[in-house]
């Protein structure tokens, strides 16, 4: 009988795990609770200071392809994420079109700017020493990446349990140009 309990709790769960598998790579971001935006939302309004001295704000998104990234370098998932990031960023610069920008969630300049310089990153940042902007899109989770298309709608987002490869990244970007 304990053979019998055994072998269907084991059954039981791996129909559980595997289920979890395929879901996780549809990145429906059904699970994701803690987002103010989707897909299919506009951005929100925002503004922020880069640290390249230019501002940024929604307004000057419109005509751009955009991904707007979240994050904070204590954050090991953001740890993973942003080299996938910046490589994107390094792919699509060159097109005028396009924009990335990095908004800091409760993270000084200082440390910002020491983290990219020790893990080569050239993303523009915004360093944010509250939650402020970040409670327009989010309540929780970090790293979030919102790409928009050149009407501010969000087509594509992800959150730490769906951090993207970097083709999964980049075919998000090609979308939003179509």
């Not at 370098?73 to 080299?83: R, V």
């Not at 080569?120 to 919102?146: C, H, K, M, V, W």
Request: charged content about 20%.
């Amino acid at each position: 009988m304990k053979t019998s309990n055994y072998i269907k709790f084991i059954i039981i769960m791996t129909t559980i795990i595997c289920n979890g598998c395929i879901d996780s790579h549809e990145n429906d971001n059904s699970n994701d609770t803690y987002s103010l935006v989707n897909v299919g939302d506009s951005i929100p309004n925002f503004s922020v200071k880069l640290s390249d001295g230019t501002t940024c704000t929604k307004a000057m998104l419109k005509n751009n392809v955009s991904v707007i990234v979240f994050f904070n370098t204590d954050c090991p998932d953001c740890q993973n994420e942003l080299p996938v990031i910046n490589a994107a960023y390094e792919s699509f610069k060159s097109n005028a079109d396009f924009k990335i920008i990095a908004i800091a969630r409760e993270e000084n300049a200082d440390s910002i700017k020491n983290y990219w310089k020790s893990h080569g990153l050239s993303i523009p940042y915004s360093p944010q020493t509250d939650r402020t902007i970040y409670n327009e899109f989010a309540t929780q989770r970090i790293p979030r990446i919102y790409i928009s298309n050149k009407e501010n709608i969000v087509i594509s987002k992800f959150f730490d349990e769906e951090i993207p490869a970097i083709s999964t990244l980049e075919s998000a970007i090609k979308a939003a140009y179509k």
